[in-house]
């Protein structure tokens, strides 16, 4: 085997691992996988850029290789709130390629982003030939509208205190380790991006985690978090509830 074709086969094989580890390609046959990571064309992005934004065409489906995202609305003022945040093994652009309408919002790159995109057709041609895959994206889509749905509850259901204490019990249970003295977070989101995701002010978020600190219920550890009594953080949401 010449040096060009043994390239060829050990690109092809990593584009297959790659494809393996995004959640609606996880059940394809290989040979599948194969002519999909063929098509997939690698595109990089910096910390900040704006990699869509709403209203454009939508003509190609998002893979993430390397980095991380944030799904972003902005209102007129420039007010800033993140439907959702995407990391390595996530893909995003679905929505605009099924039902042929512009893309619902903007996506912004968080960090240094390694994109692999596949075109328009050639998505909706494998989702022809695989209907796995089709089911397994229903799945994601409903994963991420019930997710809408719990963020539009919290907004009618508490107030801007509660919707601190509510963002903050998530993080704990999705990054939280166990260590001495309670639940830690290596790293905690910033406050315009915590009030981004919640739908309030920087301000607001600044001043709740000043409060939760000061009662002993959180430290603020350098970049970090260290959740002392989630318990008293749940109790102290439930009483910000709207009447």
């Known amino acids: 085997m010449d040096a060009g074709n043994a390239q060829q086969k050990e690109s092809t094989a990593a584009g297959v691992n790659r494809l393996r580890r995004v959640s609606i390609f ?18 990089e992005f910096s910390e900040g850029s704006v990699i869509l934004s709403r209203e454009e065409v939508g003509n190609a489906f998002f893979l993430i290789e390397r980095g991380a ?3 972003v609305l902005y209102g007129e003022t420039g007010r800033e709130f993140t439907l959702c945040n995407l990391a390595e093994g996530e893909f995003f652009g679905e929505l605009a390629l099924l039902d042929g309408l512009p893309r619902s919002a903007h996506v912004v790159a968080t960090s ?22 089709a089911i397994a994206l229903l799945i994601e889509m409903s994963r991420r509208l019930r997710n809408a749905d719990e963020m539009l509850g919290d907004l009618v259901l508490f107030d801007a205190v509660g919707r601190v204490a509510r963002a903050l019990l998530a993080l704990a249970k999705k990054e939280g380790k166990e260590s001495p003295g309670g639940i830690y977070v290596e790293r905690r989101p910033t406050q315009h991006d915590l009030a981004a995701r919640i739908g309030t002010t920087r301000e607001t978020v600044s001043r709740a985690l000043s409060r939760f600190s000061r009662s002993g219920l959180i430290r ?6 260290l959740f002392v009594n989630t318990s008293k953080i749940a109790r102290l949401m439930e009483s910000r509830s709207r009447r």
């Open 26 to 43: 996880r059940e394809v046959p290989d040979q599948e996988l194969t002519r999909i990571a063929s098509l997939l064309h690698p595109r």
């Open 69 to 71: 995202v944030k799904v």
């Open 220 to 225: 603020l550890t350098g970049r970090g978090i």
């Open 112 to 133: 240094p982003t390694l994109l692999l995109v596949l075109d328009r057709q050639a998505f909706l041609s494998h989702l022809e030939r695989e209907p796995r895959v």
